[in-house]
Nanobody, 122 residues
Framework: QVQLVESGGGSVQAGGSLRLSCAASGTTLSGHYITWFRQAPGKEREAVALMHYGGTYTYYTESAKGRFTISQDNAKNTVYLQMNMLKPEDTAMYYC???????????????WGQGTQVTVSS
């Protein structure tokens, strides 16, 4: 079992930055695929960035390319999402999720955190 806890959300102005953390417990994340999702009110949950923990593979959706960076800290069993040049449309609840097979779809993940809110004002 993997337990995930997100933190680092908050309120920022457009153009600002935030770093989200996804701390895991219960087992190592090594070998898992970790994806950051987000969900805005009234919208479907969408993938933002994916990585293969312990490896080098990363993937970013168009909304994140050039602005967001996903990274890992093996010593802390933690995944980060550095978000720069934030826009009001980035406002959402952000979740991290883990699975043994990569997917950009929420149904592909069986381990989820509780989410952390990001609000970007114009």
């Amino acid at each position: 079992q993997v337990q995930l806890v997100e933190s680092g959300g908050g309120s920022v102005q457009a153009g600002g930055s935030l770093r989200l953390s996804c701390a895991a417990s219960g087992t190592t994340l090594s070998g898992h695929y970790i994806t950051w999702f987000r969900q805005a009110p009234g919208k479907e949950r969408e993938a933002v960035a994916l990585m293969h923990y312990g490896g080098t593979y990363t993937y970013y959706t168009e909304s994140a390319k050039g602005r967001f960076t996903i990274s890992q800290d093996n010593a802390k069993n933690t995944v980060y999402l550095q978000m720069n040049m934030l826009k009001p449309e980035d406002t959402a609840m952000y979740y991290c999720a883990a699975a043994e097979v990569p997917s950009l779809l929420p149904r592909g993940y069986n381990y989820w955190g509780q989410g952390t809110q990001v609000t970007v004002s114009s």
